[in-house]
């Protein structure tokens, strides 16, 4: 069983930056691809951007391409999203997610999520 906490959401002005850290507790952080979601209201919960177990391989959402970066430190078992040039677009609850052995764009793939951290980018 693994258990994922978000921190780092919050309010910030358009083209400001914020940075989102997922906390792992229990299971073997290094074995799971961790990626990140968000949901706005009335929308369906969007792929944003995963990072394979060892950190070399990411992929992202053609919404946040080239102003997102993801990351990863097995070490601390913390998956981290660095959002740059926020848009009102990006307010959403931003979700980490999970899953094992496999990369996916899938929602569904992934077996465990956080509880969410809202992000707010007003104009």
């Known amino acids: 069983q693994v258990q994922l906490v978000e921190s780092g959401g919050g309010l910030v002005q358009v083209g400001g930056s914020l940075r989102l850290s997922c906390a792992a507790l229990g299971g073997t952080f290094s074995i799971y691809t961790m990626g990140w979601f968000r949901q706005a209201p009335g929308k369906e919960r969007e792929f944003v951007a995963f990072v394979a177990w060892s950190g070399s391989l990411t992929y992202y959402g053609d919404s946040v391409k080239g102003r997102f970066t993801i990351s990863r430190d097995n070490a601390k078992s913390t998956v981290y999203l660095q959002m740059n040039s926020l848009k009102p677009e990006d307010t959403a609850v931003y979700y980490c997610?999970?899953?094992?052995?496999?990369?996916?764009?899938?929602?569904?793939?992934?077996?465990?999520w956080g509880q969410g951290t809202q992000v707010t980018v007003s104009s």
């Open positions: 997610a999970a899953a094992r052995y496999i990369t996916s764009r899938n929602l569904y793939d992934y077996e465990y």
